[in-house]
């Protein structure tokens, strides 16, 4: 049997590191950081001039949560309602992003729970097929 070393520890410590720093599960943030404890996936974005819908699922990973904003640097967000996230609870949310400039390529998008704390997800969104730019649906 061969026993490890610190040498041979190393890599092991170093792929670990880079597991943790990728893994998609929530983390524990530093202390004094308020995050709410939910998981956030963007589903669509799509650009259509200077707007982004974006389409994302929250899910409650703790207790109840309300979701009372929603931003992005440079836009003004033009459609939104408060959403209610339960525990273990899967619930679509949809809002309307208007940017003063042209559309990023990717931008932060920031949740905002109120006293609860803020989350964040980056989105990259994607131009609209034709057929929703000229206001025609199939």
């Given at each position: 049997?061969?026993?490890?070393?610190?040498h041979s520890r190393s890599p092991l410590r170093i792929v670990c590191l880079l597991l943790a720093l990728a893994s998609p599960l929530p983390t524990a943030a530093h202390d004094g950081?308020?995050?709410p404890?939910?998981?956030a996936q963007v589903e669509t974005a799509t650009v259509s001039g200077d707007r982004v819908v974006?389409?994302?699922t929250l899910t409650g990973l703790g207790g109840?949560?309300?979701l009372t904003g929603i931003g992005a640097e440079g836009?003004?967000?033009t459609s939104f309602a408060p959403v209610y996230v339960n525990f273990a609870e899967d619930v679509p949310v949809v809002a309307v992003l208007e940017f003063h400039d042209a559309v990023p390529g990717v931008f932060t998008?920031?949740?905002s729970f109120g006293p609860v704390g803020q989350g964040a997800v980056v989105v990259?969104?994607?131009?609209a097929p034709a057929s929703v730019k000229q206001g025609v649906s199939k």
């Amino acid at each position: 049997m061969t026993s490890m070393n610190h040498h041979s520890r190393s890599p092991l410590r170093i792929v670990c590191l880079l597991l943790a720093l990728a893994s998609p599960l929530p983390t524990a943030a530093h202390d004094g950081a308020h995050t709410p404890d939910m998981l956030a996936q963007v589903e669509t974005a799509t650009v259509s001039g200077d707007r982004v819908v974006v389409g994302l699922t929250l899910t409650g990973l703790g207790g109840p949560l309300v979701l009372t904003g929603i931003g992005a640097e440079g836009a003004t967000t033009t459609s939104f309602a408060p959403v209610y996230v339960n525990f273990a609870e899967d619930v679509p949310v949809v809002a309307v992003l208007e940017f003063h400039d042209a559309v990023p390529g990717v931008f932060t998008l920031v949740l905002s729970f109120g006293p609860v704390g803020q989350g964040a997800v980056v989105v990259f969104p994607e131009p609209a097929p034709a057929s929703v730019k000229q206001g025609v649906s199939k």
